[in-house]
């Protein structure tokens, strides 16, 4: 028995734009972004004062909060798993320590994200606007 031969081109493949577009003179595939020489403007405030005081901030609030966070729920799940007496003893009426904790994890939430907001407020957003002020006046 002869194995069918495989055709060379299928006759539904429909051509893509990128195979018809006009190949670039210095070799580049179309759509390549250009290798810079020197330094962008984004680059250069990325290494600016502004902006590393910027990421500080930003990095000094928010990582050892979500560092508690992560623990504190991690705290929950290992209750859950290996103190089941502890987590399942009632509190008050039909409440019992799963539950608070339970509960507990959601006001976390929402008081990290109020707190993220105020110190983004008050802190991060007035040092972003004199980064975007750099970069505009740089343009």
């Known amino acids: 028995m002869n194995p069918r031969p495989v055709p060379a081109v299928r006759p539904h493949a429909q051509e893509s734009p990128l195979d ?10 179309p759509g390549a972004i ?22 500080r901030a930003h990095r000094s609030f928010a990582f050892p909060l979500t560092a508690a ?7 929950y799940v290992l209750l859950s ?3 089941g007496s502890l987590m399942g003893r009632q ?7 799963a539950f608070v904790l339970g509960i ?9 994200a109020w707190a993220y907001a105020r110190y983004a407020a008050a802190r991060l957003d007035p ?4 980064v ?7 343009a």
């Open 91 to 97: 509190v008050a009426g039909g409440l019992n320590v």
């Open 20 to 29: 018809t577009a006009p190949s670039p003179q210095d070799g580049t595939l």
């Open 104 to 112: 507990g994890q959601f006001a976390t939430t929402f008081l990290l």
């Open 81 to 83: 798993n290996y103190a």
């Open 69 to 75: 966070f992560v623990g504190w729920y991690l705290l």
């Open 127 to 130: 040092r972003a606007e004199a």
């Open 34 to 55: 250009p290798h810079q020489q020197r330094p962008g403007r984004y680059t250069q405030v990325q290494r600016g004062a502004d902006f590393t005081e910027l990421r």
């Open 132 to 138: 975007r002020t750099q970069v505009e006046e740089a």
